[in-house]
Antibody, heavy 119, light 106 residues
Framework: QLQLQESGPVLVKPSETLSLTCTVS?????????WGWIRQSPDKGLEYVGV???????YYNPSLKSRLTLSIDTSKNQFSLNLRSVTATDTAVYFC????????????WGQGALVTVSS | DIQMIQSPSTLPASVGDTVTLTCRAS??????LAWYQQRPGKAPKLLIS???NLESGVPSRFSGSGSGTEFTLTISGLQPDDFATYYC????????FGQGTKVDIK
């Protein structure tokens, strides 16, 4: 059974970088699928962050593109998110998910990680 | 950006009811639409892709229809587990989610 688990700091200071890692178990991250990040906050609801494929090709939400970097480490079966220069509006539950393409949907999701941006 | 509008925001219902949730896209998305169920404190669970394709393991009481800009999710014979929030998501251009419809107990 495929499982995804987010990990990373739960509290980030304004202007710093939010970093999260998603560890995938039950399948190889280097197979046919794509891997994505979605966040959810009371203000904005569910928001697409970005997607990366096993070759490292990335597809970003245009509104976050200037601050966002996604990366993938197939040897560790992990993919990661770095969001720079965060503000309180980046406070959200961050989900990682498996997707069936860059323009697709999430068919398996992690449980989510609440990240708060505050000094 | 493609906007997704769901209605109603809240839908009071009883066990056994048949309910229909609506999702409208701000422009034509063909059938590039997914539906999710989310329970409090949990991740969204994929129910339907390509507007009407039921995911493996999802009960047949869930069905989706529509194309272009108008879509519906129907739950036929509501079960206790179905009281949750439902989201639509377009994937014609990036991803955009609707704001959700909460199905709660009447």
């Amino acid at each position: 059974q495929l499982q995804l688990q987010e990990s990373g700091p739960v509290l980030v200071k304004p202007s710093e970088t939010l970093s999260l890692t998603c560890t995938v178990s039950g399948d190889s991250i280097g197979d046919l699928y794509y891997w994505g990040w979605i966040r959810q906050s009371p203000d904005k609801g569910l928001e697409y962050v970005g997607v990366i494929d096993s070759d490292g090709n990335t597809y970003y939400n245009p509104s976050l593109k200037s601050r966002l970097t996604l990366s993938i480490d197939t040897s560790k079966n992990q993919f990661s998110l770095n969001l720079r220069s965060v503000t309180a509006t980046d406070t959200a539950v961050y989900f990682c998910a498996r997707t069936r393409g860059s323009g697709s949907f999430g068919d398996y999701w992690g449980q989510g990680a609440l990240v708060t941006v505050s000094s | 950006d493609i906007q997704m509008i769901q209605s109603p925001s809240t839908l009071p219902a009883s066990v056994g009811d048949t309910v229909t949730l609506t999702c409208r896209a701000s422009q034509n998305i063909d059938t590039w639409l997914a539906w999710y169920q989310q329970r409090p404190g949990k991740a969204p669970k994929l129910l339907i892709s390509k507007a009407s394709n039921l995911e493996s393991g999802v009960p047949s009481r869930f069905s989706g229809s529509g194309s272009g800009t108008e879509f519906t999710l129907t739950i036929s014979g509501l079960q206790p587990d179905d009281f949750a929030t439902y989201y639509c998501q377009q994937y014609e251009n990036h991803w955009t989610f609707g704001q959700g419809t909460k199905v709660d107990i009447k």
